[in-house]
């Protein structure tokens, strides 16, 4: 069983991808009328309203004075590489296809954990990381009659691959700053670098497409705060399952936005990728250490 001291933050990392899963589905529906660096700036400028509440309520006014501001900075700019090619591959692909791919994540994640952090790889968890490389594959459809975008495909595993970059480094070095700071700090940096981005090509936006991408803003200001929450207290193999969520509810939104079904290819993809989950979760011992 897991222990009691994880069901809190392990739920918690779950309501973080139900918001990002939200505001990956905003972005979709504004990507293809607006230059997707205005579309970050906007969601990052608006998800800095949720974390700077958190910030201040936690922290103070004066939280920034205690910083190691190079691990932010290089936290930071990663953070904001795998929000450019995850959302630019989800504009790209159906969502039933992203998050199966996106699953790779907590794959490489807990890979590098292994020879970073020193947590062990056990038979189980070598079986599940085979298993879960076969349902990414199978996700992306290469054999499939269907036209997936193949910029797509490597557009999201590029930008999974920073995520857990990102986490890595976020569990490796815990005690340098909270999950609100890192939040704020990751969020302000994006910002800056998506608005030099767009400065050459701004878009004016209507009431209802502001409404949408402020929305999508709120969604990840709270989904990265409870995903980082999660990444530093939960053990790789742990948080590694609050991912799998997304992949019934991407499914879902995508059904209910965009009229887009899973092929038959993403649901062996998802299954494999589930049961990936599920061994790591009954089979894998070493969790509960």
């Known amino acids: ?167 890595l480094i976020t569990r490796k070095f815990a005690s340098l700053a909270s999950s609100y700071e890192s939040s704020f700090f990751s969020m302000g940096i994006s910002s800056i670098i998506f608005l030099i981005a767009m400065s050459l090509n701004f878009q004016p936006m209507g009431l209802k497409d502001l409404c949408i991408s402020m929305g999508g803003g709120f969604f990840a200001g709270f989904g990265v705060m409870a995903i980082i929450h999660g990444a530093r207290v939960l053990p790789a193999s742990i948080f590694g399952m609050t991912s799998y969520f997304q992949l019934l509810y991407g499914v879902l939104l995508g059904w209910l936005f965009f009229y887009q079904l899973p092929t038959t290819q993403n649901i062996i993809g998802i299954s494999f990728v589930m049961i990936a989950g599920f061994l790591l979760f009954i089979l894998d011992k070493q969790k509960i250490n």
């Open 1 to 167: 069983m897991i222990k009691k001291s994880y069901i809190t933050p392990f739920f918690i990392a779950i309501t973080g991808y139900v918001c990002m899963v939200s505001m990956d589905t905003s972005i979709k529906i504004l990507g293809n009328n607006y230059p997707i660096y205005q579309l970050l700036f906007l969601n990052a400028i608006f998800s800095l309203i949720p974390i700077s509440f958190f910030v201040l309520k936690f922290h103070g006014i004066s939280f920034y004075k205690k910083q190691n501001y190079k691990f932010q900075l290089i936290r930071g700019v990663i953070h904001s590489a795998g929000f450019l090619f995850v959302l630019k591959g989800i504009i790209l692909l159906p969502l039933s296809a992203v998050y199966p791919i996106l699953f790779s994540s907590p794959l490489i994640l807990l890979v590098l954990s292994h020879f970073f952090l020193k947590d062990n790889i056990n038979i189980v968890r070598v079986i599940a990381i085979i298993l879960g490389f076969i349902g990414v594959v199978i996700s992306a459809e290469p054999f499939g009659e269907n036209s997936i975008s193949t910029m797509g495909v490597l557009f999201v595993f590029v930008g999974a691959a920073s995520i857990a970059i990102g986490n």
